[in-house]
């Protein structure tokens, strides 16, 4: 059953005028997550009633082994308090546990007796530990280690006793005995299987894992079966004996030896549970009227035990119940960290490797260092890392997009900053960082205030962050820094963005893919047009959505989509550069660099005519015009056009500039005219609009002049003709342009060119640079289409021929046309 | 200076746009046209480094400001959150198509 079409649609009824009402049975973490979710969607649709057989609102489980540790209090982990019920309208019945579901009459019986009638019931059960069947698991001091009060029997038992066994080597096992000597008690961890973990490392990594723990004041029984669990004379557990009839004091036993979906309740109810609740792929059981989310779910014939699926099933049954009925869960990949201060060990996915599975594993006991990516079909799969987890968001990524690797192969195992990356990595350790060190260099925001705005508001993935903190909000260089901060400050709990899945922006659950693919099939022509067929949220949209919209609108129907100034930029509808005062530069083309009396004579003229303060030579080769007044810009403008001089677009997601070297015309080392294609190629590409700016160079030889090397194209030429370099970028992080091919002459370098830029125009999200985009799709794909397909070069130069037919100078058609010229006037009051 | 102004056409300001309207000797005045042909007025200041808001992207309910992205709710002029801060704003009446402002 992987399909909702069994199941009904029809929405809930229920008395007439009422709100139907939905139930949800346990509140815990995913749960409360579909609730948050269904309010954001629909915040008015159902009357709401919760129960949880725990005494405490929703909190953070995953926080518990940091409470254990003494570093965070109950009242720190609390992700809902009572407040948050109750301005949302819900009824919240806490340390009431649901003992049956009457399915027929539609309604839930609560342990003291009371009916209480649902028209859609949502279960959230979680899971329960595992309790070993041996005698003597129920002796007082026999603990599992699941919820607040667990942990806070663990910390009483810390106050007044000494030894404490756990039993299980697993994450959870080794969190409980680390917190527990952090508590001050002697703890002994006993793992059936011969080394720790042994489904995440190998045994050389376990004993890396194993020497740091003991260094932490850790005893460790490996290889040891546990059989009885024995009383002494106060009746609480003292011993705990083995197979080999050996036996060590305890007056604390933890087992952690695994969980169990918690189904007895949906079982009891006569509900299909095959190892957890089965429900579709929209999170609903075989009685279409109730659905599961969390632990207790068997979707797919998987059960989840870590939050960030989970977080995704309640997104999907979220969107369901409000009958958006777009979501679907199709499985996740997973990941986690232990939760020991100073220990860095993660995985994600299918670390264990199988049929057909590659591993790469580098090793390095005495650096203490282990990693191991495990590969099939050339993707990535799973990935183990310990010591060095700096990569583990970019790991998770590539296997969320189910990325081919084949290309970066040899660089893998070394992380994202070998690659070169296009500024998306931190590049300190987060967990080194001191609290008071500065994060993100835009908006100013340290370490301290990240850490403190994730714990303290249950911050889980990097848009949250970005929304409470303003951290790498703005230029994203500081992106993986700040992903490697999430993932340590809450482990696995951390959601990577979701890639290839995610919307273009809150107004909208369509990702750029979907629009443009959209925008493509149906003819879309303008902005509502697609706001109103994709069915987006807010009516007109925000800054984010609007310009990536325009944007696709205009680069597919080329002539036809209206544009639309008021969704662009500021700068684009101004074709200037606003600048912190409001006023504004200005930027003429010089065609390659180059220019003339006449030129510079107009350029003059108009600074001392319009009193511009500055004049700077840019590092575009040409000349830049600031601190104008913007009603000034249409007066100026029509001076500087009148000698030939046309907008640069210094101010767009557009050509920018073409910068050459001297080359062949002068240079007595050139071997091409540089000058003479970089403006052919200048001329070409006038008037281009793209998903972001790009910018060319054009060196006569190899000695490079003209930075051809990072640049989005770059060209050298040699002897034998060209050499054409792509997807450089020398902003925020410089990355050296990989090499495209060659060409014979001007002609062929146009085409190829052209093909690239309309490639990039057709296929690139709004705002990747060429080396995002590169990064993305890999270059072999791309070398196919502009090089080696002749034929389908060809298409794409004349697409983009055709786009740029008639690009006029935006100056000029401002200058005509009165109506726009209105923008720039003020009014009076 | 209390009373009501007039100051332009609806169809002066374009649709999801806006016009500056200057005051001598006072800061100029960003006046926003909703998709819902709503108007608003508010001082041309942004609160976070006194960008002129008038220059921003306009959507159903708050302009985004051109400088550094801060979100300002055209009705009340309070900055979104995580960003803490307000620009005065005016009441405005519009009269068979014609925008008043009240200073
Ligand atoms: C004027 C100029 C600096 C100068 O005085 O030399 C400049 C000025 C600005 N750059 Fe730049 N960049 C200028 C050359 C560059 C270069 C060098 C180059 O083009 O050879 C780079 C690195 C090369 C590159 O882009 O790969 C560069 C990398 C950036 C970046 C980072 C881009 C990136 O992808 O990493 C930004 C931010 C952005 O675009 O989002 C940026 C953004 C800006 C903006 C537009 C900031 C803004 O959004 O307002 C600056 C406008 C200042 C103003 O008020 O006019 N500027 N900027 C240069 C104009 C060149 C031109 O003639 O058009
Ligand atoms: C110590 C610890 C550390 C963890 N660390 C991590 C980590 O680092 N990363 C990670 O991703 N995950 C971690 N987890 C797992 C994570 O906490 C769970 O995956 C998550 O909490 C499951 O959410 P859930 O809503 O399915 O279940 P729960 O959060 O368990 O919620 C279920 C709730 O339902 C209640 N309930 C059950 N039956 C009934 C009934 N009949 N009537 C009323 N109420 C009922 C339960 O009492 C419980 O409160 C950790 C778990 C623990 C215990
Ligand atoms: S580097 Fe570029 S964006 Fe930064 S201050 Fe200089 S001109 Fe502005
Ligand atoms: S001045 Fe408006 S956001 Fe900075």
Known sequence: MDGASSFSQSPPHSPSG?????????????????????????????????????????????????????EMSIKDIILNDRDWYHTHGITLHTDTRITRI????????????????????????????????????????????????????????????????????????????????????????????????ERQLDPAAAVLLQKSLEAKGLSFLLGKETTELLAGKSGRVSEVKFKDG?????????????????????????????RGIVVSDTMQTYDPRIYAVGECVSHRGVAYGLVAPLFEQAKVAANHLAEFGIGRYTGSVT?????????????????????????????????????????????????VMYGDTTDSAWYIQLMRDGKNVSEWRNHLMFGQNHLGDSGHTGNANASALADNAEVCGCNGVCKGSIVKAITEKGLFTLEEVRKHTKASSSCGSCTGLVEQILASTIGGAYQPSEGKNKPICGCTEHTHEEVRRTIRDKHLLSIPEVMSYMEWKMPNGCATCRPALNY???????????????????NERAHANIQKDGSYSVVPRMWGGLTTPTELRAIADAAEKYAVPTLKITGGQRIDLLGVKKEDLPRMWSDLSRSGLVSGHAYGKSLRTVKTCVGAEHCRFGTQRSMGLGVKLEKMLFGMWSPHKVKLAVSGCPRNCAESGIKDVGIIGVDSGYEIYVAGNGGIKTVVAQ??????????????????????????????????????????????KVVEDKEQRKKLHERLLYALQGAENPWEEIVRDPSMKQAFEPLEA | MNDWKHICSLEDIPVLGARIVRRSGLPDIALFRNGKNQVFALEDQCPHKKGPLSQGIVTADAVTCPLHGWKIRLESGQAAEPDVGCVPHYPVRIETGEIFIHF
């Open chain 1, 18 to 70: 009422m709100k139907p009402r939905l139930i949800m049975v346990g509140n815990g973490m995913a749960g409360v997550r579909t609730l948050e979710e269904l309010l954001k969607l629909a915040p008015d649709k159902y009357e709401i009633t919760v129960f949880g057989d725990e005494p405490h609102p929703n909190y953070n489980r995953i926080l518990l082994s940091p409470v254990l540790a003494g």
């Open chain 1, 102 to 197: 009457d399915r027929t009459r539609r309604q839930v019986l609560t342990a003291s007796g009371e009916t209480i009638p649902y028209d859609r019931l949502l279960l959230a059960t979680g899971s329960r530990p595992f309790m070993l069947p041996i005698p003597g698991n129920d002796l007082p001091g026999v603990l599992s280690y699941r919820d607040i009060a667990d942990t806070n029997a663990m910390i009483e038992a810390s106050r007044t006793h000494r030894h404490a066994v756990v039993i299980g080597g697993g994450l959870l096992g080794l969190e409980a005995a680390n917190g527990l000597r952090l508590r001050g008690m002697e703890v002994t961890v006993v793992h059936v299987m011969p080394w720790l973990m």
């Open chain 1, 246 to 274: 050996s036996t060590i004091p305890a007056d604390l036993v933890v087992m952690s030896v695994g969980i169990r979906p918690n189904t007895q309740l949906a079982e009891t109810s006569g509900l299909f549970c095959n």
């Open chain 1, 335 to 383: 990941s986690t960290k232990l939760k020991v201060t100073g220990v860095d060990l993660f995985s994600a996915g299918n670390f264990m490797g199988g049929d057909n599975t590659e591993e790469i594993v580098l090793s390095d006991p005495a650096g203490g260092v282990y990693k191991k990516l495990v590969l099939k079909n050339e993707k990535l799969e799973g990935a």
């Open chain 1, 552 to 570: 696709y609108l205009i680069s597919t129907w080329p002539h036809e989509a209206k544009d639309d100034p008021q969704s662009r930029f500021i």
């Open chain 1, 739 to 784: 090499f495209l091919c060659k060409a014979a002459d001007d002609a062929e370098v146009m085409e190829i060119v052209g093909a690239f830029l309309q490639l990039y125009r057709e296929e690139a999200r709004y705002l990747d640079r060429t080396v995002h985009w590169v990064e993305r799709t890999g270059l072999d794909t791309i070398k196919q």
